[in-house]
């Protein structure tokens, strides 16, 4: 009986004690708002205490219905002290900001010695949290980065230095990323793959990187997804769709969990678009990454992706104003039928990760990609193009006062791709002394089906295009040849293609410091054999940098390797569906000499890099674009060159946010094997080096951040883009007709964002929104400037042959309203 009335009063003092208890919570920050890890809390007298986690998180028990002050402290920073008196099991939230404890020593940058002796770059994926854009986040900051050129805020594709879409590398956990192949334009486009909630590192070089990186001729993007270490997530949304993710760990932190959700409908930018009708674009994505740690020394991973792309178009009418102010034009087109695409695409990757050892590290990746791709349509379009009254003196200024040309066209298209991708492969590393060794080894096996079906008629005053000999006058015209009816700009596939691909690659860096100077060498040799054309390769490719000890922070830095890019499907095409089987691989020379200076301004942090860089090209095949969709002459080859500038100068601008500005000067051009023509009298002419389809020669990019100094829940995001014009050329045209050129591309987007909840909320133990650490909302005005940048043309032809240019425009400026919440 004493044995239960002792439990039974062990109880209810236990149960006393635990409602003598309150509970203490929040976040710690630096004075420029970024997580403080490692931050001690504890009661202001007393042992004990407890510390923030890498997010700035802490959580305390505190002793109920006492005044106690409750003590925050760190290494380099002031001490702060906050006075509490809790009621028993409350919890209460104190978010604090420290400051520097010294204000004359100047704020550091730490930066990652290694990267920055490489042509890698590191981007902060978080100042992209507000970024004002029509499409993906990190491919918006993307395009604000030296040497990189995109005239199309409705897709994520983006050239570099010169190069076209299929010349870049994406890397998400050490897995390649593929494109889509039939998207032709940026409203098919949806959703890229990286999902930037999920992003923790991103590095990107424009050129002269390493030979662990494939096998690319420009660029490569190496995103690594986050490690969860506690509970959280976030979810946005905004009139062009919305995003949620959850990350988290269990069994024992064993477990971590990395979720994403995305959907996306610009349907309500398209329905902005000259071209009006019944828009519905429906891109859902789904990705998932799954860590488990098996034993102290093995973790196994996997990473998934389920993406689905859905686009309809009913088109009914379309008014384009084009030409000069003398001589304004008009085209009308009324439309009958629709599109329909779909693109479904599956992703799986499987990593085992094993520690050897402190200093070797073992990665064994099996992945597959699945896409499947559809693209049906069938569009009339009957068109009109006119002369516009251009007199202000006129009462019919600014109508169609005369009709130059009536025509109908039809577009037809069954098109279906299926794309299979397999990949094992092995990559190690080994840190010895001041070396790093780095080696790898890689299969590829790739199953890929091509169904196209693609035409155009063009019937110009009842005369179709091209036009058919007629039989009018002949006495007996059924016993004249059979005239067929021809098709415009025929592309028909019916190719099976099986291939497998091994490529290796080692690299090794070695680091001297000395008294005056610091060197660091990075070189390594690739290898890469496609059994399709029986070709291998061999890429050289080397690094060095130099530091030395001056009293200014300047690094210079060269490179200098040998880059081949085996075809993949696309570029064995050519315009018309025939297949070049035995293709050989791209070539490109890559030199490449930087400086990066680490300075200090307005005693705040800086970095300015300057690269100049020249590129040798061999056995191109060269092609064209139209609007995102890459056309090869497959059976063509060329050479030619690339050179250029890229400067860019980052850092705090405004005290505590980062912004920069980009500035690329640019050429490359071309020479096709075999273009030589005969004039009217006979002569040959050789046309020689013409500007490569990338040929911008100018680009200028800023990514500003601003806040209110009084008040700093009040910030300001802008994206400014200015590319020159591109070269362009009329369609069915020798490639050495190419030479028109577009308008420049400028847009700027801004965005003026409102922290409803942050470090500085108060919120009541009971309250719902206690949960968020922060909610903002932002508005952002979409092309402030109103410019119409034309994407590309569509050509209209009359009956005397005459080709008109109407210019393809992309969106005007919009409103856009975006509500981003984490907790």
Known sequence: MKFFIGILIFVVSFNAMSQDRSTVYGRIFDEYGKPLELVNVAISGLPGGTVSDERGRYELEVPSNKEIYIAFSFIGYKKEAEKVLLKSGERFRIDKRLKIESTELPTVEVEDKLIRSTNLVRIDPKVAINIPTS????????????????????????????????????????????????????????????????????????????????????????????????????????????????????????????????????????????????????????????TYKVAKKLEISFLGNIASNRYKLVPETRETNFGTVSQAKRLTVYFDGQEVDRYLTYLGGLTATYTLNKNTRLKFIASGYNSQENENYDIIGQYWIGDIENSLASENFGDVIESQSVGTQMTHARNQMDIYVYNFSHKGTHEYGNKLLQWGIKFQHEDIADEMNEWMLIDSAGYTLPRPHDSIGYSYPELQPYNPLNLYEV???????????????????????????????????????????????????????????????????????????????????????????????????????????????????????????????????????????????????????????????????????????????????????????????????????????????????????????????????????????????????????????????????????????????????????????????????LNLLQVNNTVSYIWVTDIYGRQYAVPNYLTPRQLNIKLVAQF
């Open 491 to 781: 592309i028909r596939t019916n190719e099976k293609l099986i291939s497998n691909r091994y490529s290796a690659y080692i690299q090794n860096t070695w680091g001297l410091d000395s008294e005056n100077s610091d060197f660091t060498l990075t070189a390594g040799v690739r290898a890469n054999y496609w059994d399709q054309n029986e070709q291998l390769v061999i890429s050289p490719r080397a690094t060095i940098s130099f530091a030395p000890v001056w009293e200014k922070d300047v690094l210079f830095r060269f490179s200098a390797g040998l880059y081949y890019q085996p075809p993949f499907y696309r570029e064995l095409k050519d315009l018309y569906g025939e297949i070049n089987y035995d293709q050989r691989a791209q070539t490109s020379i890559h030199f490449v000499a930087a400086s990066d200076w680490n300075f200090q301004a307005w005693n705040r942090p800086f970095k300015f890099v300057t690269e100049v860089y020249y590129k040798y090209l061999d056995n191109l095949v060269p092609y064209f674009v139209d609007n995102v969709r890459i056309r090869y002459y497959s059976f063509d080859k060329s050479y030619g060159y690339t050179m250029g500038i890229d400067m860019k100068v980052n850092g705090e601008f405004v005290k505590g946010v980062e912004s920069w500005a980009s500035l690329s000067i640019m050429g490359t051009q071309e020479n096709i094997y075999g273009d030589s023509y005969a004039d009217e009298i006979g002569n040959t002419v050789e046309p020689g080096f013409i500007p490569r389809p990338t040929d911008q020669r100018v680009n200028f990019s800023i990514f500003f951040q601003d806040y209110l100094p009084m008040n700093p829940s009040y910030k300001m995001s802008l994206t400014l883009l200015f590319g020159s014009s591109l070269p362009f050329g009329p369609p069915q045209s020798p490639k050495y007709l190419h030479t028109l050129r577009m308008p420049t591309y400028r847009r700027v987007d801004i965005g003026f964002s409102k922290e409803l909840i942050g470090e500085h909320t108060r919120f009541q133990s009971n309250s719902p929104f206690r949960v968020f650490d922060n909610v903002w909302i932002t508005a952002e005005i």
């Open 135 to 290: 499409s993906d986040r990190i491919p918006t900051l993307l395009k604000t980065l030296p040497g990189v050129s995109s005239g199309n805020e409705l897709s994520s594709q983006y050239s570099v230095r010169g190069g076209n879409f299929d010349e870049n590398l994406v890397y998400v956990n050490d897995i390649e990323i593929y494109r889509p192949f039939l998207i032709r334009s940026g409203q098919q486009e949806g959703l890229s793959f990286v999902n930037s909630d999920l992003v923790s590192s991103l590095l990107f070089s424009a050129g002269g990187f390493d030979a662990k990186y494939g096998d690319k001729m420009s660029s490569v993007l190496d995103l690594q997804y986050r490690k969860p270490t506690d509970f959280g997530g976030s979810f946005s949304g905004s009139l062009l769709g919305g995003s949620i993710h959850l990350e988290g760990l269990a069994n024992k932190r064993k477990f971590t969990y990395l979720l994403g959700a995305r959907y996306k409908t610009n349907q309500y930018i398209l329905n902005a678009l000259e071209t009006k009708g019944d828009y519905k674009p429906v891109f859902l994505d789904i990705q998932a990454l799954f």
